[in-house]
């Protein structure tokens, strides 16, 4: 069955360090979506990509979609308090309407 | 306004108890969904509703029943609660190959 992958599970940085988390869907996927939530929150939408190897930047958030569509990554550069949190990607196979979630990177900030 | 709204935020009960979550979604979306988080921060599917019929039901033990009175309500009832069932439950609604916007969350206890 499908699966999605994030890697890695815990990431531990100072403030002001760059952070990566990594996506592998089993399948190609349609799209790819990315969600944030906050400690005690719940995952709210940050971004959507669409073409094959496609980059999208949201102010210190780099989102990228690899040429064969199974793979994703999001780069925050010099993290702050504020990024910390689980990022989840989340993925659409063709002619599904369900998104299948990654396991989620917990990323903590270490003032 | 709250596009996706749950109630109880909390929940405390003894195990073999029976108790329902409630889910309401105002954006006129076609498909709601539960998922139930453990503490590793997971998001397991459980089951989705597109106009009221399910369409998913991911392996979840059949004391777990969804019930959705109209497309904006999808409940969920717990019979004969279990130590295990413990954890954070959303609810999700979700408009065709878009957005995806989560409830608050249920935090439930089972002691």
């Known amino acids: 069955g499908q699966q999605v992958m994030q890697i890695p599970q815990y990431q531990h940085v100072q403030e002001g360090e760059d952070f990566t988390t990594y996506c592998n869907s089993s399948?190609?996927?349609?799209?790819i979506q990315w969600y944030k939530q906050r400690p005690g929150g719940h995952p709210v939408f940050l971004i959507q990509?669409?073409?094959?190897?496609e980059v999208k930047k949201q102010k210190r958030l780099t989102f990228q979609f690899g040429e064969a569509k199974k793979n994703s990554s999001l780069h925050i550069t010099a993290t702050q308090t504020t990024d910390v949190g689980t990022y989840f990607c989340?993925?659409?196979?063709?002619?599904?309407?369900?998104?299948?979630f990654g396991t989620g990177t917990r990323l903590t900030v270490i003032p | 306004d709250t596009a996706v709204s749950q109630t109880p935020k909390y929940l405390v009960t003894q195990m073999g108890n029976d108790k329902s979550i409630k889910c309401e979604q105002n954006?006129?979306?076609?498909?709601m969904y539960w998922y139930k988080q453990d503490s590793k921060k997971f998001l397991k599917i459980m089951f989705s509703?597109?106009?009221?019929?399910?369409?998913i039901n991911e392996t979840v033990p059949n004391r777990f029943s969804p019930k959705s009175p109209d497309k904006a309500h999808l409940n969920l009832h717990i019979n004969s609660l279990e130590l295990g069932d413990s954890a954070v439950y959303f609810c999700?609604?979700?408009?065709?190959?878009?957005?995806?916007?989560f409830g608050p969350g249920t935090r439930l206890l089972v002691l």
């Open positions: 509703y597109n106009n009221k019929e399910l369409i």
């Open positions: 954006l006129g979306h076609d498909t």
């Open positions: 999700a609604s979700r408009a065709g190959g878009k957005t995806q916007y």
């Open positions: 399948t190609t996927l349609s799209n």
């Open positions: 989340a993925g659409d196979q063709t002619g599904a309407n369900n998104l299948f």
């Open positions: 990509l669409v073409k094959s190897g």
